[in-house]
Each structure stands twice: as C-alpha cells, then as structure tokens.
C-alpha cells in the first residue's frame, strides 16, 4: 500500500509558501509613509499553509492565543519588513496602533482579525509603534521598527 501523507505535506507546504510569496509581493508594492496591510487569510487558506509558515524564515510573526496578550509585550522587526499577525484564538481580535483598547489619534494601523485568519502590516518608518486590541484592553503590546 502507498503511504501518500509525506506527499500530501509536501503540496500543502508548496501551497503555503506560494501564498506567503504573493502575500509579501503584494506588501512590498507600496512606497507610502503608512503602513501596509495584505488581504486576511481565511482559516482554510491558514491551515493549508500552517506548515509552510512554521517551517520557513517567513519574517517576524505575532500569534494571538487569547484574548490576554498578543503573545509578546514587544517586537522589533526591520523597516519596510512584514509583520504577519495570526489569529489562533477563539475570539476575533483587532491589531490597531494605540493602548488599552483605544485606538490613538490618526492610527496609522487598524486591522480587525477573526477567528483563523491573520494580517500582514509592513511599517516603512522606524520608530515604536504601540499596538491594542479594541476588544480586549489588556492586549497591549509595542513593535519596534528599526
């Protein structure tokens, strides 16, 4: 009997890694002062490329796994490179510059995120971003763009 389950892995990763290429084309098209924001991936499109973006250096990452922290108080990740935001918890999220569930005057990022999905934010400015939940005040957490 023919075991096709590493073959399977291995169309699932090719699928993953083709729609994380075109997720980054798509983010590095922009030359504007704001940040950039992919479309949402849905849950089946993230499941089939789950394996893709655990197994590759895709760039930074943030995984919400509750509705307490967005996993990390802090991130620092270079200027103009993607920061992909996933969704893993059982609540919809927002990804939204400001601080305990309010959004900062101007916000130059605002992205609601539901249940399985995820978003890619490029900042193209260096500074300290502070980013919150306007579901849940207490996720609060500061990108660092250098």
Same mark, same amino acid.
């Given at each position: +009997?023919?075991n096709?389950?590493p073959?399977r892995?291995? &169309?699932?990763?090719?699928?993953?890694?083709?729609?994380? $290429? &075109?997720?980054?084309s798509?983010?590095a098209?922009?030359s504007?002062a704001?940040?950039?924001?992919?479309?949402?991936t849905t849950?089946?499109? +993230?499941?089939?490329?789950?394996?893709?973006a %655990?197994?590759?250096?895709?760039?930074?990452?943030?995984?919400?796994?509750?509705?307490?922290?967005?996993?990390a108080?802090?991130?620092?990740?270079?200027?103009?490179e993607?920061?992909t $935001?996933? #969704? !893993?918890s059982?609540a919809?999220?927002?990804f939204?510059?400001? %601080? !305990?569930?309010?959004?900062a005057?101007n916000a130059?990022? #605002? %992205?609601?995120?539901a249940?399985?999905?995820?978003v %890619?934010?490029?900042?193209p400015e260096?500074g300290?971003? !502070? $980013?919150?939940?306007?579901?849940?005040s207490? +996720? #609060?957490?500061? $990108?660092?763009v250098?």
């Amino acid at each position: +009997m023919l075991n096709t389950d590493p073959m399977r892995r291995r &169309l699932g990763l090719g699928a993953g890694i083709a729609s994380l $290429v &075109l997720a980054a084309s798509a983010c590095a098209s922009g030359s504007s002062a704001e940040p950039t924001v992919a479309t949402p991936t849905t849950a089946a499109s +993230m499941a089939a490329s789950e394996s893709a973006a %655990e197994s590759t250096a895709a760039g930074p990452s943030v995984t919400i796994t509750s509705t307490s922290s967005f996993g990390a108080a802090d991130i620092t990740v270079p200027t103009g490179e993607t920061l992909t $935001v996933i #969704n !893993n918890s059982s609540a919809p999220h927002t990804f939204t510059e400001g %601080e !305990n569930g309010s959004e900062a005057d101007n916000a130059r990022v #605002n %992205e609601d995120i539901a249940v399985g999905a995820s978003v %890619e934010v490029t900042f193209p400015e260096p500074g300290d971003y !502070n $980013v919150t939940c306007l579901f849940h005040s207490a +996720m #609060n957490m500061v $990108v660092h763009v250098q």
